[in-house]
Every structure is written in C-alpha cells, then in structure tokens.
Antibody
Framework: EVQLVESGGGLVQPGGSLRLSCAAS????????MSWVRQAPGKGLEWVSG???????YYADSVKGRFTVSRDNSRNTLNLQMNSLRAEDTAIYYC????????????????WGQGTLVTVSS | DIVMTQTPLSSPVTLGQPASISCRSS???????????LSWLQQRPGQPPRLLIY???NRFSGVPDRFSGSGAGTDFTLIISRVEAEDVGVYYC?????????FGQGTKLEIK
C-alpha cells in the first residue's frame, strides 16, 4: 500500500524558515517524480515544486529562489526547504506521487499525503 | 505556463441526475510522447485530493464507473452519470504534461 506522510509544518514568523518532509512507502520511490502542492485556507490547489527521478527540480514562480526541493532515495524521503516565508505561503502542504519515467502507462498524481499545515504569522 | 479554466465553478445537482464539468487548457496538452496528461481530482471536505481520472479517460483504481472523462487537445470533460451524496466536494482538473503542473480553479458540486 502506497503511503505518503508529511511532517514539519507549524507556525513561523514572516521571514522565517521551515523544512517539510514526506516519508514515502509502498512503491519504488526512486522511479517516480514527486510534487509538492499547497492549498491556502478556503482556496484551490496550487502546485509548488517537483523533482523527477533524475533529480531535476521545478518550481512555481511564486516560490522560486525561496524554496528548495530535494529527495533522499536511500531514505525514501522528499523534502522542501522553505526560506523567507511570507503570509501568503500559509497553506496545507501536500506531497504527491507524480509520474514514472519512462511512462509505462501508470497513473500519476495518484497518491497524496494528508498534508501538513504551515502558518506564517507574527 | 499552461492556464486551466474550469466551468462551471459551482454545480447544484439533484441526486441521481448527471453532472458535467468542463476544463479548457490554454495550449494543447499532448506530450511529445503522444500521451495527454490531463487528470481529474476530487476533494471532499476536510480531505486531501483523490485521483479519479488520468490521461483524459482512465479511471483510477476503486473509482466508481459513474465517473468518466473525455476530450482531446485543449478541451476536456468530466461526467458523473448519476450523482450520489458522497460525490459532494470540489473537482479539479490538472495538467501534468509539463512543469509547472497547473490546476483548474475547482468546481464545487452541491446537492440541490
């Protein structure tokens, strides 16, 4: 059974930093890209960042230069280092299992964690 | 970035009746490998998103067959053939053809 468990959320002051982690199990982690998606209170889904199986990284413009995504394939863990946090970064952050390369016909964005809440406030 | 536009944003539906949600992308979602990475997600209140449909029309494991997807290129549709009470929530289309992934604004499905 695929499981994704996020951790590391909490209350932080504007300008502060947090490091989120996502522990993955139930699938061959290093074969898959992974994504971080956030949801501000009462709002829709916003893709934040992704990393593919080769380690290539991608960011939304809203977080570029402030957030850094990484993965530890030996520990089946996805990380998101968030610096220079702003009030508008307040959201539930979800990790999601993304695509497999090469595409062998499997679904993508098929499993999501329960999310971890990040609140940026003074 | 690819912009995803959903209509309607709110859909009051009678139990047992069909519901339809449209999603339009600002550019073709056909990948260089020939696949079209358009998915539909359901988010029930207080829950994380759940995958319903991937690559336009493939139902994910465990998804009831009253959910179906269709479309091509830039225009896509999610249809619920007979709405049930458990279908209440917000539905999102998402493109995964390229980074950044982009979502539609969400369509709130409510029971009349």
């Amino acid at each position: 059974e695929v499981q994704l468990v996020e951790s590391g959320g909490g209350l932080v002051q504007p300008g502060g930093s947090l490091r989120l982690s996502c522990a993955a199990s139930g699938f061959t982690f290093n074969n898959y890209a992974m994504s971080w998606v956030r949801q501000a209170p009462g709002k829709g889904l916003e893709w934040v960042s992704g990393i593919n199986s080769g380690g290539n990284v991608y960011y939304a413009d809203s977080v570029k230069g402030r957030f850094t995504v990484s993965r530890d394939n030996s520990r089946n863990t996805l990380n998101l280092q968030m610096n220079s946090l702003r009030a508008e970064d307040t959201a539930i952050y979800y990790c999601a299992k993304d695509y497999r390369y090469p595409d062998v016909g499997e679904p993508l964005l098929d499993h999501w964690g329960q999310g971890t809440l990040v609140t940026v406030s003074s | 970035d690819i912009v995803m536009t959903q209509t309607p944003l709110s859909s009051p539906v009678t139990l047992g009746q069909p519901a339809s949600i449209s999603c339009r992308s600002s550019q073709s979602l056909v990948h260089s490998n020939g696949n079209t990475y358009l998915s539909w997600l359901q988010q029930r209140p207080g829950q994380p998103p759940r995958l319903l449909i991937y690559k336009i029309s493939n139902r994910f494991s465990g998804v009831p067959d009253r959910f179906s997807g269709s479309g091509a290129g830039t225009d896509f549709t999610l249809i619920i053939s007979r709405v049930e009470a458990e279908d209440v929530g917000v539905y999102y289309c998402v493109q995964a053809t390229q980074f950044p992934r982009t979502f539609g604004q969400g369509t709130k499905l409510e029971i009349k």
